[in-house]
Structure formats: structure tokens, C-alpha cells
């Protein structure tokens, strides 16, 4: 039973690939023929073609539906996928209703009515023969088109961007946080009205200070830890009124110098600017006369003699010691 199957289907199939080359030849040959006669006969040759082959493929499907699977495997390896589809009627389009099916299966997976699916379907099985597969619908969002003439210039945006429909109708008040160190509302700083405003503040530290070195030394013998830390919080307080101190000298220094050169400008001169270097040598020379007249000079001297000899001594070569 099988291999007279397997012979009837490989006569349809072999008797199609003739009816159709000799369907081409023909076309071809006809070329010389008149238009209206050439397409009356190739429809009615058709719709004949198509009868007959539909009653064929109809009668070895239903000698088929008795055969095992693995028998219907072996033939179809041995024939080929594509001819035996053809000659079961599953290869033509416009005779299968596999393709219309999954197609309806799909859109009705997909939200779409199977009404409009068969539309589109016996539309597209009308228009063309070449429909390769079910049309599946993307729900993925369109990519962004980043466009750019080079790949070393950088990417180019769209400015077309459509307004969101969502406003906000009525504008909420909510606080808003400013910093007065960086915000224009607060004014200016001037350093000068800063220091004078807040100069009681250096007369509360001084009584600090001294509280401070009085627990200290009542606290030498009981605990030693606690005092040690007071000691270094003294410590660290009188650094930084030394460098506010001198902080003070250096835009006295500066004041005093804008004020002369405003007063040779009003003469005619052209002004001098100070540099870094010319600043710092006044300062040596101002804190050099402050301590002439408090007679700390002598010591001064010595420390700082002591210090550059140091200096010195790093930069000299040891002697080598004979082994």
C-alpha cells in the first residue's frame, strides 16, 4: 500500500513539473498571439489545472491517512520535502489552509479579530502567490534614530518631540532652600564689616582659653588623658589666632599699599601691583621691626639661624667612614 502511494504521489508530482514547463513554454511561444485571447485561454487552463489537481491531491491525502508517520518520514526524505508538500496540496498557496490558520491563530493571540484576518488573507491569496509567512505585530517601541554623517562626530539628536498632554494646571508652592554663602539675596561680603561685627567673638575665646588652661592644671594629677586633651584643644585654638593674626598684618599690609599707589595715581604715576614675593618681603620687614622695638629680635635671630643651618646640613654629603 505505501509504495503504491509513493508511486501515485511521485506520478502527480512528476506530471505537475510537466504541465507547468509545458505551461511555460507555451506562455513564451504565444508571445506573437493577440493580448485578449492569450489571457482568456490562460484562465480557463488554470481554474481546469486547478480542479484537477485539487481532486488529486484530495485522493492521495486520503490514501495517506492510513499510513504510519515513520513510513510517511521515509518517503518524504526520499522525495523531498518540497515535492511531496506540492503533491499533497500543501505547497500551493492558493489551495492550502494551513498558512490561513496559523495566521487566525496568531491574531488571535495577538488581540486581532479573526474577521479581519480572513479579509486580509483571501486579499493577500488573491493579490500574490508569494506570501512567505504570518504577519506578526511588534508591540516594541521604535528605536531612536541617532544620527550622525561620521562616526568620530557625536550623535545628533531629533529637536521634533512631541508635547506631553499632562500640565500642570495649578503651580504648588514648596519650599525652596538657598545657601546665603552663594545666593545673591544675602549681599555682598565685605570682610572688613564681617571682622568688625563679629570681633566680640575673639574676647569670648580669650576667656576660653584661659578656663581651659586653668582645668588643666587641676587636672594634671587626677587625670591625666582628660588634660592632655584640653592641652590640645588649647593648642589648636592658639594656632589658628596666630594665622587669624596674620591674616590681619597681611591686609593691613595690602591696605596700606592700595592707598599710596591711589595717591600716586592722583600725581600722575602709573600704579604698581604687588607679587607674592614683594608682599612676603614686607612682611619680614614689618615683623622684623615690631620685634626691634619689643627686644625679641636677638632670639628670633637665633631660632631662625638654627633653622636655615638645618636646612643646610640636609643638603651636604656625609663622610665616608674608611672600613
Not at 9 to 35: K, T, V
Not at 132 to 145: F, L, Q, R
Amino acid at each position: 500500500m505505501p509504495k503504491k502511494v509513493a508511486s501515485k504521489i511521485e506520478q502527480y508530482s512528476s506530471s505537475e513539473d510537466e504541465s507547468s514547463d509545458n505551461s511555460y513554454s507555451g506562455s513564451e511561444d504565444g508571445f506573437s498571439q493577440d493580448e485578449g485571447s492569450i489571457g482568456g485561454s490562460e484562465d480557463e487552463d488554470e481554474d481546469e489545472e486547478d480542479g484537477s489537481s485539487q481532486t488529486k491531491a484530495e485522493r492521495i491525502r486520503k490514501q495517506l491517512a492510513n499510513v504510519p508517520f515513520d513510513q510517511l518520514i521515509r518517503m518524504q526524505q526520499q522525495m523531498g520535502v518540497k515535492k511531496f508538500n506540492r503533491s499533497i496540496g500543501l505547497g500551493d498557496a492558493k489551495n492550502s489552509d494551513t498558512k490561513r490558520k496559523v495566521k487566525e491563530a496568531l491574531r488571535q493571540r495577538q488581540g486581532v479579530s479573526s474577521k479581519g484576518a480572513r479579509d486580509s488573507d483571501s486579499d493577500s491569496s488573491q493579490s500574490s502567490d508569494d506570501d512567505s509567512g504570518p504577519e506578526v505585530v511588534s508591540h516594541k517601541s521604535k528605536v531612536t534614530d541617532m544620527h550622525r554623517d561620521s562616526k568620530k562626530m557625536p550623535a545628533m539628536m531629533s529637536s521634533k518631540r512631541p508635547v506631553s498632554r499632562f500640565r500642570q494646571v495649578v503651580q504648588t508652592d514648596r519650599p525652596q532652600t538657598r545657601d546665603p554663602r552663594f545666593d545673591g539675596l544675602s549681599g555682598n561680603y565685605n570682610e572688613d564689616l564681617f571682622e568688625k561685627s563679629y570681633a566680640f567673638l575673639d574676647k569670648q575665646r580669650e576667656t576660653e582659653l584661659d578656663e581651659m588652661r586653668q582645668q588643666v592644671n587641676k587636672l594634671k594629677n587626677k587625670d591625666p588623658e582628660e588634660a592632655a586633651r584640653i592641652q590640645l584643644a588649647i593648642g589648636s585654638m592658639q594656632s589658628q589666632r596666630a594665622a587669624k593674626q596674620q591674616k590681619k598684618n597681611t591686609q593691613e599690609l595690602k591696605r596700606r599699599h592700595r592707598a599710596k599707589e591711589m595717591e600716586a595715581v592722583k600725581q600722575g604715576k602709573t600704579p604698581y601691583f604687588l607679587k607674592k614675593r614683594d608682599l612676603k618681603t614686607l612682611e619680614v620687614a614689618e615683623k622684623f621691626n615690631k620685634l626691634k622695638d619689643s627686644s625679641k629680635l636677638d632670639g628670633y635671630l637665633e631660632k631662625r639661624r638654627k633653622r636655615n643651618a638645618t636646612k643646610d646640613h640636609r643638603g651636604m654629603p656625609y663622610q665616608r667612614r674608611e672600613q
